[in-house]
């Protein structure tokens, strides 16, 4: 535990461990910061864990801390922090097409797509992972960096938004018409869940649609 703590403090992370759970000679579930992690007391194994407490699933990867299950249940607040906590960790300047379609963008847009933060997530995304848009030609001065940087930035968007109308399908499955108010889902509100017509119908806290596969 020790160890841990170290090897923490020097990621820069709060490295104050507080014990979760513990089974006498074989396992203890610790939290630090934001982050989780299990011990394996008998062969000083260290994996990490979801953030929610009390899951013993593994999270997505190193910045998506949460785990496949837990990661459409975030709160709009949460889900754009995680967005750019995972964007920032990713260098596009030299050569903006090395991120377009990475699994992480496809996992995140699905998972707003199903709380009604689609806008907001892609465009976190886009804006850590590249640059804003009204800022490119003040970051790079090179004209064909420039060109190439915003060309990168559209055709991710374009990608995202099929990624995301692909899950709007996939919850809706054989529904037709609003949970709420009995209309017909003619479109879809990227505003809303895509069980309901519109932000107004959409609750507050809508149902978590079904867990995501994996990329």
């Known amino acids: 535990m020790l160890q841990l703590a170290g090897v923490l403090a020097a990621e820069a992370h709060p490295a104050k461990l507080t014990l979760e759970s513990l089974e006498p000679h074989e396992r203890a579930v610790v939290a630090c910061s934001e982050r989780r992690f299990a011990l394996d007391l008998n062969w000083s194994g260290v994996d990490s864990l979801c953030q929610r407490p009390g899951c013993d699933n593994r999270p997505v990867d190193f910045q998506i801390v949460v785990c496949t299950e837990h990661l459409p249940q975030c709160d709009v607040h949460s889900l754009v922090a995680i967005t750019r906590d995972s964007g920032c960790c990713v260098e596009s300047e030299e050569d903006p097409t090395l991120l377009e379609g990475l699994p992480e963008s496809d996992l995140l847009v699905r998972a707003a ?9 892609v465009q976190a995304w886009l804006d850590i992972c590249f640059f804003p848009v009204d800022e490119i030609d003040d970051v790079l001065w090179n004209e064909d960096r420039a060109m190439a940087m915003r060309h990168s930035v ?4 374009l990608r995202l938004d ?3 109308r692909k899950e709007v399908r996939r919850i ?3 529904t037709s018409i609003c ?13 809303a869940h ?17 867990v995501m596969v994996p990329f």
């Open 172 to 174: 809706r499955g054989e």
């Open 162 to 164: 099929r990624v995301a």
């Open 179 to 191: 949970q709420a108010c009995g209309k017909e889902l003619l479109g879809w509100d990227m505003q």
């Open 194 to 210: 895509p069980l309901y017509c519109s932000k107004v119908c959409s609750p507050a806290h809508p149902p978590a649609p079904a």
């Open 154 to 157: 559209e055709r991710e968007r």
């Open 113 to 121: 797509v199903g709380i009604g933060a689609y806008t907001e997530v």
